[in-house]
């Protein structure tokens, strides 16, 4: 089992930045890919961002350029530098840990998540 805790949202004004961080224990030789995805009101779960245990990393689209994926494997953390927020990204962010197998992966252990709120 892997344990996934996060924490960092808040409230922001449009523009600003907002670090997030997700804190893991357990089993952590079980998985070898971590990401965020996000959830706004009455929207589908999204991927964010994720990296491999190589250090590649993908973005989503929307977020490339805006938005950096990172870990500190010393620390068993990972992060999420958020800047040039847009009321948009208002959301839940998740972080969660799975495996990748190349063409897909899979996500087994989800963190119970944390608010960014962003206001105009």
């Known amino acids: 089992q892997v344990q996934l805790v996060e924490s960092g949202g808040g409230l922001v004004q449009a523009g600003g930045s907002l670090r997030l961080s997700c804190a893991a224990s357990g089993s952590l030789f079980s998985i070898d890919i971590m990401g965020w995805y996000r959830q706004a009101p009455g929207m589908q779960r999204e991927l964010v961002a994720e990296?491999?245990?190589?250090?590649?990393?993908t973005y989503a689209d929307s977020m490339k350029g805006r938005f950096t994926i990172s870990r500190d494997n010393a620390k068993n953390t990972l992060y999420l530098d958020m800047n040039n927020l847009k009321p948009e990204d208002t959301a839940v962010y998740y972080c969660t840990a799975g495996r990748d197998y190349g063409s897909t992966r899979t996500y087994d252990y989800w963190g119970r998540g944390t608010q960014v709120t962003v206001y105009s």
């Open positions: 990296i491999i245990s190589g250090g590649s990393t």
